[in-house]
């Protein structure tokens, strides 16, 4: 399964449940704490050293290349939670897999959004059913910003199809 939730502020709120932020816990209460070290960020670049909303905003400072000034509403990062069910995923985990299906399914983040546009790629171990958040900024190659191009309904149909293919022999 693929999930795509476009988000159009600063994204300090997600960064916080991400990054499993100290003092925002009510971000996400439903972890179980002794399974928090299993969790691994996988996009280990400039971006991962920074806050989300920092990360985001320097993401768009380096990408964007357009004349016209970013409208307020402007959606400035997409997170993309990429998953599948709680019995598939628990069989990755306990087959040794797990690692394997995160490498294949960034990957295919790249290829799709960017692998310059991605800003985390994090591996959630300690909720229910394990899930990697890919947060990514929506720059075109062009350098505007835009998710309605990225994320447009043929494409969204052919994400799924094609993670779907990749994530055969996994099972899925």
Known sequence: VIHCQKGKGSGGGQGKHIDREVGFEHTFQQVDPTRRILNREF????FTSISMPEAIALRVQEGYTSSRAIRADTVRYVDTIFSGSHEQMKQLEKDGDITQWVKKTKTLAEELFGKENIVRFTLHMDERTPHIHCVFVPLTKDGRLS?????DKKSLSLFQDRYGEL???FGF
């Not at 996009?43 to 400039?46: L, M």
């Open 43 to 46: 996009a280990e670049d400039k």
């Open 147 to 151: 998710a309605k191009e990225i994320l």
């Open 167 to 169: 994530m055969k022999p």
